[in-house]
């Protein structure tokens, strides 16, 4: 599954973004799919994920009530609403998919990564 994210920019504080993840490839609709964040100096975390139906999400702490996750099959498409954003939102989200069509959560369970969209949220 080849992956390219859209949709990344500067916004306030407070203000909405959204992610797009678009796929190519026979094996999207049967993925697991996650989107991370990265910061330098820090590990790659997994924000939110979503599993093959999109019947089952799992969104970190940090970001519950302000982020959704949600795909579309029909379209290879996943996507990343982001409300109420806050500065650390800033950093660099990957979209990634799993080797599995349920949620994981370790980067070392996805095979395949976009190249990264820069989100830089303002005070």
């Known amino acids: 599954v080849q992956l390219v994210e859209s949709g990344g920019g500067l916004v306030q504080a407070g203000g909405s973004l959204r992610l797009s993840c678009a796929a190519s490839g026979r094996t999207f609709s049967t993925s697991a799919m996650g989107w991370f964040r990265q910061t330098p100096g820090k590990v790659r975390e997994l924000v939110t994920g979503i599993n093959w139906s999109g019947e089952s999400t799992y969104y970190a702490e940090s970001v519950k009530g302000r982020f959704t996750i949600s795909r579309d099959n029909a379209k290879n498409t996943v996507y990343l609403q982001m409300d109420s954003l806050k500065p650390e939102d800033t950093g660099a989200y990957y979209c990634?998919?799993?080797?599995?069509?349920?949620?994981?959560?370790?980067?070392?369970?996805?095979?395949?990564w976009g190249q990264g969209t820069l989100v830089t949220v303002s005070s």
């Open positions: 990634a998919a799993a080797i599995t069509n349920y949620i994981v959560t370790s980067p070392r369970d996805f095979g395949s």
